[in-house]
């Protein structure tokens, strides 16, 4: 490695002047305000609701339980009833958000987790719906039913869960 004192740099000479440096700071406050801001996916965990059918004994879960049940590992409540998991599709920001945010995997990685248990007969994939008005909808008419949907979709027709 060459150290700093032995490389030779340029002299190249620099403008000071008042104009010079006016259009150097305009330059730089120009660059600040065109920074992108934001995206189309929601920015935190709170953004995504995880739901149930309104009459669940449900109130929280985990991380580590919601992984489970998206994973389709847990296929029962603690009651012993069946878990009707239901998702969005792979593409949707929604899905996208929840995946990173609250799972804290990809949805690559997930669509994999359930190929593999379709394909080695040791499991099933979750029911996708289209929108999250159709997520909403289903969720509330399913027993033993969990999804999510961007908070602003929440309404009474559906249970929000607490995360732990």
């Not at 189309?40 to 580590?64: G, R």
């Not at 603690?78 to 998991?85: L, M, N």
């Amino acid at each position: 490695m060459i150290p700093m004192n032995r490389i030779r740099w340029p002299n190249v000479p620099v403008d000071r002047s008042p104009a010079n440096m006016t259009r150097l700071v305009l330059t730089l406050v120009l660059g600040i305000c065109f920074i992108p801001m934001g995206n189309s996916e929601p920015n935190s965990p709170q953004d995504v609701v995880v739901i149930v059918h309104p009459n669940s004994t449900i109130d929280s879960l985990s991380t580590v339980g919601l992984r489970a049940i998206f994973g389709m590992r847990n296929r029962t409540w603690q009651d012993g009833k069946p878990i009707t998991v239901f998702v969005l599709k792979d593409d949707d920001p929604i899905h996208t958000a929840f995946t990173k945010k609250v799972l804290q995997t990809f949805p690559y990685n997930l669509r994999r987790i359930w190929d593999r248990r379709v394909y080695s007969g040791t499991g099933q994939s979750p029911v996708t719906v289209e929108t999250e008005e159709e997520m909403r909808e289903v969720i509330s008419v399913t027993d033993n039913s969990i999804g999510y949907i961007s908070r602003q979709w929440l309404n009474s027709d559906v249970k929000a869960v607490q995360l732990k």
